[in-house]
């Protein structure tokens, strides 16, 4: 039976060497802007979600400004972000709930933030990750596709993903683990054609392996 755990140690040591600087790839000053902008990164990319929030952030600088937005506006400021109708309601709804019960600061514990409309499990952990410091596992598109073909998890549920890594990854490891397989997922291993002949996990992953053995 595969020692699931060792392979990730092994895939750990390869990743700290190779992406020792990776971290959220979202521009962010404080802890609403990383909500927002994880919010707007829903079918959305990072890249395309920073070019956005440059001028959103100048124009929405608190809480209070985008619960007082308007709608339209809002929709239109967001609007390249695509689903820009419902991103717009629900930051507008998730700040006139941060003003009403939390004071106007966002949650720093799991239960509260997916109060939040339009906040699933993995932006409250890009949240609790890297604003407070609280090892979380965030299930991107990365994540979900890596760990299905190394082999970490053969779910197609982002949730069930998040729990079978949670038991193979060290706990100290999962946010670090999280932009590490973002990382892998964009330079090596991506979605139309991974480079496996270039890549360093290569012999601890399913997919590469068999990857070579139709080589061989």
């Not at 959103?56 to 400004?65: A, C, H, T």
């Not at 604003?131 to 998890?153: C, E, M, Q, W, Y």
Request: glycine share 4%; with cysteine; net charge positive.
């Amino acid at each position: 039976m595969v020692d699931k755990k060792k392979i990730v140690k092994k895939i750990l040591q390869i990743f700290d060497n190779d992406y020792e600087e990776a971290k959220c790839t979202l521009d962010y000053k404080n802890p609403l802007e990383l909500l927002i902008s994880t919010q707007l990164a829903a079918q959305c990319t990072d890249e395309r979600v920073n070019i956005v929030t440059e001028k959103l952030y100048k124009k929405y600088k608190s809480v209070y400004d985008f619960a007082n937005a308007d709608l339209k506006e809002l929709e239109n400021d967001i609007r390249s972000t695509g689903f820009f109708r419902n991103k717009a309601k629900n930051i507008k709804e998730t700040c006139r709930i941060l003003i009403e019960n939390h004071n106007g600061q966002v949650p720093d514990n799991l239960e509260d933030l997916l109060k939040l409309p339009g906040v699933g499990r993995k932006t409250a952990n890009v949240v609790l990750g890297n604003i407070f410091g609280i090892p979380s596992i965030v299930v991107d598109t990365h994540a979900k596709r890596l760990s299905n073909r190394i082999g970490l998890s053969s779910s197609d549920n982002p949730e069930k993903i998040e729990f079978d890594l949670m038991k193979i990854v060290p706990k100290e490891s999962w946010t670090k683990f999280s932009h590490q397989l973002v990382f892998h997922g964009r330079n090596v291993c991506k979605a139309r054609k991974p480079d496996c002949k270039n890549c360093n996990i290569l012999k601890y992953c399913n997919y590469g392996q068999g990857q070579e053995q139709k080589i061989q």
